[in-house]
């Protein structure tokens, strides 16, 4: 794969309403090696259906295509979690 700018390694979804399938155009390594797994493992609903040298084209069921409201955690579970961590880290150190 040729080496690509951040600019350039884009990754294109594009559905319709009048289509079951969703086409994912990727050049980004990360989004490619997910998707590769996919294909791998579920076959039958994941399949890449154009490879070159720095791009993948996919196919998929749209409804795999999902949109999710940003995540919100107060401040007072941000700390309980941060103190979590810290306990979980601290104990592993112990042994």
């Known amino acids: 794969m040729s080496r690509l700018t951040k600019i350039e390694q884009e990754t294109v979804?594009?559905?319709n309403a009048g289509e079951e399938e969703a086409v994912?155009?990727?050049?980004?390594?990360?989004i490619i090696r997910k998707l590769d797994s996919l294909v791998t493992e579920f076959p039958d609903v994941?399949?890449?259906i154009k490879a070159t040298d720095i791009d993948k084209t996919y196919s998929m069921p749209k409804q795999y295509v999902s949109y999710r409201k940003p995540r919100?955690?107060?401040q007072a579970r941000r700390d309980q979690i941060r103190?979590?961590?810290?306990?979980?880290?601290?104990?592993r150190n112990k042994h």
């Not at 103190?83 to 104990?91: R, V």
Request: net charge positive; with cysteine.
């Open 13 to 15: 979804i594009n559905f």
């Open 24 to 30: 994912v155009y990727t050049r980004d390594k990360a």
């Open 46 to 48: 994941y399949r890449c």
């Open 83 to 91: 103190a979590q961590m810290a306990d979980m880290n601290n104990s």
């Open 72 to 74: 919100r955690i107060t």
